[in-house]
């Protein structure tokens, strides 16, 4: 039957486009009251950050800010960034959350490609954020915003920011937009090579990823929410959005710091946050003392496969850990590891390598597949036959932002193709074994540069572990280990190869290895192609 020619088109009382703006409204609806944000001695209640979103939104138009235009973000994790995730969506207009860790071209390559019509930015990048200014083509409006946490700083703008907000509408009558397809944010991915792309988000995938991750983690409105993932990070992965939708309390946080954020856990009785490897790494390093009082956690892990060791000395410290995976194009993280009744029988370092898979799509994401590159089959459910990571689905972007060959590239036969190589084992999880650059071939054998971090990374002197291949004249590549070691911590070349000689076949052991500090992008992870060029220069004695 045609539900359209019998006269059954949608209308306004059967269909609404989906966006994160209908979060908003019903958390100002049914938890006006409620706690909303915390940040140092400030408080503020959803009524008040709804109140403040039409007031930024009302300011904004007065501007001139309307559909699709761009405003950019330079800010950490405080308050002004929560509301930004709202207003200039309430005008149809797209966000862009700037990397505060980025270098003054590359911001204003990403201002001028991204077309920024107003720049929010914070004292604390004050220098880089004048650099890239000047060199912008176009220059945007710029406005303050004063933390009271920031004591210096140069002031960039016309304006700040409460300042702004006081001369807008609290009563200023948004929309929502006319099409759930439409632009919502713009987030520049953090490419080694060539200019960043630039991943354009529509309203629909950012709605169905806010809710994905209340089913899929089981988070409701009792939760206490910590910032220690960057809402610029894939817009936090759309929590922005997701604890408007159950009314919870989300405490910012500036800067990551170990013990300071154990002491905000202890303080308001956190139990959730977010994070990269590096962050939980470090959590799990922490001294014992630290962590006293905690109470029980729940963290999202995403990056690297998390390394047992981290896993378990997470669960020593109350934290229940799910690995989730994802990409930039995808918001974030898209598929997660979800845990079965049947691990809880296994031994630790059993459960743990279980929990360190990618698993599975998230329940709103249309699917996940390893497929073969070429033939775009599946692989078998063996945990042996590496096939590419593709994603398909509404929480996948738009495409990247001017770059048509870019974008069919990546959409090539109907899937989003990750570059990440995979095996799924018989239960159906998926498991990443590397990157297709980042494969050793070895004498014509594969070696996987992840199983052998992991096995470094079991180490209780080792932080964090990056291994690339090394050219080498009679096997073709051998793996070259890269070791950061835990502070305090001491422990040399032949232990650490010692160690891994009970854990790795012969041929997948580092042929080099190499201590100190490893380097990380903007986003914090591991700079393997600067690694690979170090291990090209070491000398036949490593």
Not at 25 to 48: S, Y
Not at 308 to 320: K, N, P
Request: charged share 20%; hydrophobic share 45%.
């Amino acid at each position: 039957m045609n539900g359209n020619a019998s006269g059954l088109a949608p209308n306004r009382a059967n269909y609404t486009a989906l966006s994160p703006l209908s979060f908003l409204g019903k958390a100002e609806r049914l938890h006006a009251g409620r706690l909303a944000v915390i940040h140092g001695e400030r408080r503020l209640r959803w009524g008040e950050v709804a109140q403040r979103c039409r007031r930024l939104a009302s300011a904004l138009a007065g501007m001139g800010i309307g559909q699709g235009d761009t405003v950019a973000v330079m800010l950490p994790n405080v308050p002004a960034m929560i509301e930004l995730h709202f207003a200039p969506a309430m005008l149809g207009a797209v966000l862009n959350t700037l990397n505060t860790r980025l270098d003054a071209a590359t911001l204003a390559f990403m201002l001028d490609h991204g077309g920024a019509k107003v720049l929010f930015t914070d004292r604390e990048f004050a220098p880089v954020v004048a650099q890239a200014l000047a060199l912008c083509r176009q220059r945007p409006r710029v406005i303050d915003v004063d933390d009271p946490a920031v004591v210096d700083g140069q002031w960039l703008g016309e304006c700040e920011y409460e300042a702004l907000l006081a001369g807008g509408d609290p009563d200023f009558a948004w929309q929502l937009p006319a099409d759930e397809w439409d632009a919502i944010a713009l987030n520049y991915t953090s490419g080694t090579t060539g200019d960043p792309k630039g991943v354009v988000y529509h309203h629909r995938g950012a709605y169905l990823n806010a809710v994905a991750n209340i089913v899929d983690w089981g988070i409701d409105s009792q939760a206490v929410y910590l910032w220690t993932l960057p809402m610029f990070h894939c817009n936090g992965w759309c929590f922005p959005w997701t604890l408007a939708a159950i009314g919870a309390t989300q405490v910012c946080l500036r800067r990551f710091e170990v013990h300071h954020v154990l002491e905000l856990m202890r303080e308001y009785q956190v139990t959730h946050y977010c994070g990269a490897p590096v962050i939980h790494a470090a959590l799990a390093a922490a001294p014992d003392g630290w962590k006293a009082g905690l109470g029980p956690m729940h963290a999202q892990i995403a990056g690297a496969a998390p390394p047992a060791a981290v896993i378990q000395a997470l669960e020593a410290m109350g934290v229940s850990v799910t690995h989730v995976y994802g990409l930039t194009e995808v918001y974030g993280p898209a598929a997660l590891c979800p845990p079965r009744p049947e691990w809880e029988a296994l031994s630790a370092d059993e459960r743990a390598q279980r929990y360190s898979r990618q698993g599975v799509a998230c329940l709103l994401q249309e699917d996940m597949q390893v497929l073969d590159p070429l033939t775009l089959q599946p692989v078998p459910h063996d945990g042996q036959t590496l096939g590419e990571i593709m994603f398909r689905g509404n929480i996948t972007m738009k495409g990247y932002l001017d770059n048509p060959r870019a974008t069919a590239e990546a959409f090539a036969g109907g899937w989003f193709h990750t570059g990440d190589l995979a095996v799924v084992h018989p239960d159906g999880y998926a498991q990443i074994r590397d990157r297709s650059k980042d494969v050793i071939i070895s004498g014509g054998e594969n070696i996987s540069s992840i199983e052998v971090e992991d096995a470094l990374c079991r180490h209780p002197a080792v932080l964090a572990a990056a291994v690339v291949a090394r050219p080498d004249s009679k096997w073709g590549e051998t793996p070259c280990a890269f070791v950061e070691l835990k502070e305090g911590s001491r422990v040399d070349e032949a232990a650490l190869l010692a160690h891994c000689a009970g854990l790795l076949a012969r041929y997948k052991l580092p042929r080099s290895l190499v201590i100190g500090p490893l380097p990380r992008t903007a986003t914090g992870k591991v700079q393997k192609f600067v690694l690979r060029e170090r291990a090209s220069g070491l000398d036949a004695a490593g």
